[in-house]
């Protein structure tokens, strides 16, 4: 095919990405605003948020999802959820996952985007990596969140990396420090395809069946601060292992 017109075929894939994106808000505003004036009704929020929102933009992209479990997540149960991230793919992945409710912890940078960001940052926990303040709030509201039964989710490379050919960069020490805290299980994940679907580069991605993987759960209760190097390392060797494998 032609370069313009490849040009053209993933820009067109982009704008309906931002449609599929923005519809579901601006159909179910006003249920979603509603839902969030209320911590109790964040479950209500998340059903919609996983059913009305991140499930349709995968199939309507052409990404069917397509997961495998080495072990199951329980309903009702805390866990730290973490996995590799490439794509704004990764969000909606992650939803459709789980169907146990959790809380997304994320850059303040996301807030500035259109309609997701206004219920970014009423829903999730907001971090400033470059402010010592914000990062330990974090933890507070973290402990909240989980005491209401629901779980926690954080991408542990702390962002997406410039260089697309790292193919997993290294792991921030924060969810493992409150995994460890808050005596919760982690549960690692590989995301093998989104990338290739939909990466940070305009010009690519494409539809196709979108893998992933949910690990044998790591057990934090008989762990201590002293052990999160060592528990991060082992999170992100498996993952690492599972996307070169693949």
């Not at 370069?3 to 505003?29: C, D, M, N, S």
């Not at 839902?35 to 929102?53: C, D, G, H, I, V």
């Not at 997961?67 to 990764?90: C, F, P, R």
Request: charged content about 25%; overall charge positive; aromatic content about 14%.
């Amino acid at each position: 095919m032609p370069q313009p017109l490849k040009k053209i075929g993933y820009t067109l894939y982009r704008i309906w990405f931002y449609i599929l994106v923005a519809l579901p808000i601006l159909l179910f505003f006003p249920f979603l605003l509603l839902s969030t004036l209320s911590e109790k009704w964040y479950p209500q929020f998340f059903w919609m948020a996983r059913n009305l929102w991140a499930t349709p933009i995968l199939y309507g992209m052409g990404c069917p999802p397509k997961v495998s479990w080495e072990q199951k997540i329980i309903m009702g149960k805390s866990y730290m959820l973490v996995a590799n991230h490439t794509s704004m793919l990764d969000i909606m992945l992650m939803l459709y996952i789980s169907k146990n409710p959790f809380v997304f912890v994320g850059k303040k940078e996301l807030q500035k985007i259109p309609l997701f960001g206004f219920f970014f940052k009423r829903v999730c926990i907001m971090v400033d990596r470059g402010d010592a303040k914000s990062r330990t709030a974090v933890y507070r509201r973290a402990q909240k969140r989980l005491s209401q039964g629901l779980s926690i989710c954080i991408f542990p490379e702390g962002g997406v990396p410039d260089d697309e050919s790292i193919l997993l960069d290294d792991f921030k020490d924060g969810a493992f420090r409150m995994a460890i805290a808050h005596k919760i299980p982690i549960v690692p994940m590989t995301f093998y395809d989104n990338k290739k679907r939909f990466s940070f580069s305009f010009f690519s991605g494409g539809p196709g069946r979108v893998r992933a993987k949910v690990h044998k759960f790591f057990k934090t209760k008989s762990l201590s601060e002293s052990d999160k190097a060592n528990l991060r390392e082992n999170v992100r060797t498996i993952i690492l292992k599972e996307l070169k494998e693949s």
